[in-house]
């Protein structure tokens, strides 16, 4: 995996480069763009089908793990809502993701994220494009809005994926 600094350079600094012709001036641009790249905090993109459940959860724990240390935002390829018992089985973790929405994908958000992770075949299979140095991660998790059983087994189901997506992005944030 090329290492996100190559990536910068090579993206978004050489061609600003090359368009500068008077060197004091690159110099000048270059130093500004690379401190302002240096002092961002990295942009962490959760992506579902609903934005309902799994995609909330992720953004939830992001923000209760690295909110001084990252950007976090969550959408779908539609907004189905907050499923009440994703916001149940946060809780039950000591997060509350209560007054997080359910939001459609925000292409300005997508285009300027560092990390784009899908937790469903649908939204990586319908994500858009993202360009060059976004780095993409796929998460396939099931869905527990669509678990059946008794309330019991449907509860175990949100808690086995909550569970799963706090170990994966505890990794994310050790990473970043």
């Known amino acids: 995996m090329l290492?996100?600094?190559?990536?910068?350079?090579?993206?978004?600094l050489r061609p600003l480069i090359q368009r500068t012709g008077n060197s004091k001036l690159k110099l000048k641009h270059f130093k500004r763009r690379l401190i302002t790249y240096l002092?961002?905090?990295p942009t962490i993109y959760f992506l579902c089908t609903g934005n309902s459940c799994r995609s909330q959860m992720a953004e939830g724990f992001a923000r209760h793990l690295a909110a001084e240390k990252v950007n976090v935002y969550s959408a779908g390829i539609e907004a189905h809502g907050l499923n009440p018992l994703a916001v149940k089985v946060m809780a039950e973790a000591g997060i509350d993701i209560s007054n997080q929405t359910s939001d459609l994908i925000?292409?300005?958000?997508?285009?300027?994220?560092?990390?784009?992770?899908?937790?469903?075949?649908?939204a990586n299979d319908k994500c858009p494009i993202t360009p060059p140095g976004v780095?993409?991660?796929?998460w396939n998790?099931?869905?527990?809005?669509k678990a059946v059983g008794n309330e019991e087994e449907i509860m175990t189901l949100f808690r086995q994926v909550r569970d799963e997506i706090a170990a994966k992005v505890k990794d994310l944030i050790q990473k970043i």
């Not at 290492?3 to 978004?12: A, L, M, Q």
């Not at 925000?106 to 075949?121: A, F, K, R």
């Open 106 to 122: 925000n292409q300005e958000i997508l285009n300027n994220s560092d990390y784009v992770i899908t937790l469903c075949g649908d």
């Open 39 to 41: 002092m961002k905090k």
């Open 135 to 138: 780095r993409r991660e796929h």
């Open 141 to 145: 998790l099931p869905d527990p809005a």
């Open 3 to 12: 290492n996100p600094h190559y990536i910068f350079v090579n993206t978004k």
